[in-house]
């Protein structure tokens, strides 16, 4: 298994500003993925994050919005930028367990408010 | 494509049994299933891959069937623990994408 934290755990934002959130594992890991969740809702994957690779967004998601950065195996950050009412969530980083077979694993989450 | 899950919600008493169902349009090269209870993160529950295997863990188990596109998730003699909502999550191109979930409570 993997340990995942996410600083910050909540902030809460004015609108047209950005939040970077960061996402720290306690060992090395080569797929990282960022979600995002809205309160009572299924999880909505913005991007996979590999290392020495450029991000890749789902669809309705851009770099321009969420900026995402990757320096190391352990490490990523996820910008949120020029922030709206609507992108207040939950934002979840997760890793892929380098052990036997696909186990997915997930930080405790950065809860987003923007006014 | 994202996989339907059903029921949407259910409520039990404690010691009854419960199936989630999932299905997908797609074909499946496996299925994974989370448990998620309010405020937390999701946990891993496990996974399943191509080869109709049945899992078990602790008195909850899972079948895929990969020809009906189809998994499901047994809860037996639930507990109180059990409530929290139900993702499964399926997967292709080496990423998760998961379902609306099934909300699960369980009454004492």
């Not at chain 1, 890991?29 to 994050?49: C, D, E, H, K, N």
């Not at chain 2, 404690?14 to 496996?30: F, M, P, Q, R, T």
Request: proline share 4%; aromatic share 10%; net charge neutral.
């Amino acid at each position: 298994s993997a340990v995942i934290s996410q600083k910050p755990s909540r902030d809460i934002c004015q609108r047209g500003t950005s939040l970077t959130i960061q996402c720290q594992v306690d060992s090395q890991v080569t797929m990282m993925f960022w979600y995002r969740q809205q309160p009572g809702q299924s999880l909505t994957l913005i991007a996979t994050a590999n290392q020495g690779s450029e991000a890749t967004y789902e669809s309705g998601f851009v770099i321009d919005k969420f900026p995402i950065s990757r320096p190391n195996l352990t490490f990523s950050t996820l910008t949120v930028s020029n922030m709206s009412p609507e992108d207040s969530s939950i934002y979840l980083c997760s890793v892929v367990s380098q052990g036997a077979g696909y186990e997915q694993y997930f930080g405790p989450g950065t809860r987003l408010t923007v006014t | 494509q994202q996989p339907v899950q059903s029921p949407q919600a259910v409520i039990l008493r404690e010691g009854e049994d419960a199936v989630i169902n999932c299905s997908s349009s797609k074909a499946l090269y496996s299925v994974h299933w989370y448990r998620q209870k309010h405020g937390e993160a999701p946990v891993f529950l496990m996974i399943l891959l191509k080869g109709g295997e049945q899992k078990g863990h602790d008195k909850i188990s899972a079948s895929f069937n990969e020809k009906k596109q189809q998994s499901s998730l047994y809860l037996t003699a639930s507990q109180l623990s059990y409530s929290g909502t139900y993702f499964c999550g399926t997967e292709a191109d080496d990423k998760i994408i998961f379902g609306k979930g099934t909300r699960l409570h369980i009454l004492p």
